[in-house]
């Protein structure tokens, strides 16, 4: 990602995060303006023909943050990305967002392997997140059984099914995550190690 792209990339989070999602829970220029200053390397987008198709943000955090698996804002503080650790060890994937139109052709799954490509040019220890579990309120589910449920082809998850195809480990929940009413603010905990 590079300054020119941020206007694009602010619209494509209001595109692939329409309500019940609140627009003061979204990426503004400011965000990603302090995310290019505070780590570059970890701002990916994907782009076909000059239109912006999926974009990723990640910032570094220390083995102590990323063992204590804590929400979101626990682990990156704010949107500002103020949680990001020159000398982490994890590269943690604080967003990813794929247009509507261009999700099932291999956009998100470029942007992942940017993320692991980067942890493996860093020499780091891994990539990980909190992935929301869009399915789990609808379900009626415990989140462990959603979960375990996903993990074993049983059911399909929007978001959750396509991380684990792309071979990241699932580890759990994370209660309490963030403010996300179809998640029941729960996350699942993924990490791809390097290898």
Excluded at 68 to 87: A, I, K, M, N, Q
Aim: aromatic share 8%.
């Amino acid at each position: 990602m590079v300054a020119d792209d941020i206007p694009g990339v602010v619209a494509l989070q209001r595109l692939c995060f329409p309500p019940p999602f609140r627009v003061d829970q979204l990426w503004t220029v400011e965000h990603l303006t302090s995310h290019l200053g505070i780590f570059a390397p970890g701002q990916f987008v994907a782009i076909d023909e000059g239109t912006i198709l999926g974009s990723a943000s990640a910032a570094l955090v220390c083995e102590q943050v990323w063992n204590e698996h804590r929400s979101w804002e626990g682990t990156l503080v704010s949107f500002y990305l103020e949680g990001h650790d020159p000398t982490g060890t994890t590269l943690y994937g604080a967003d990813i967002s794929v247009h509507p139109l261009s999700r099932g052709k291999g956009v998100g799954r470029a942007l992942y392997h940017a993320r692991f490509n980067l942890v493996q040019k860093l020499g780091i220890a891994r990539f990980g997140t909190g992935c929301r579990l869009p399915g789990l309120k609808a379900s009626g589910l415990d989140p462990e059984v959603y979960i375990s449920q996903v993990q074993a082809n049983d059911r399909t998850d929007l978001t959750l099914t396509p991380l684990l195809r792309y071979g990241l480990t699932l580890h759990g929940v994370i209660e309490n995550y963030m403010n996300d009413e179809e998640s029941l603010n729960c996350a699942a905990l993924l990490s791809y190690e390097r290898s």
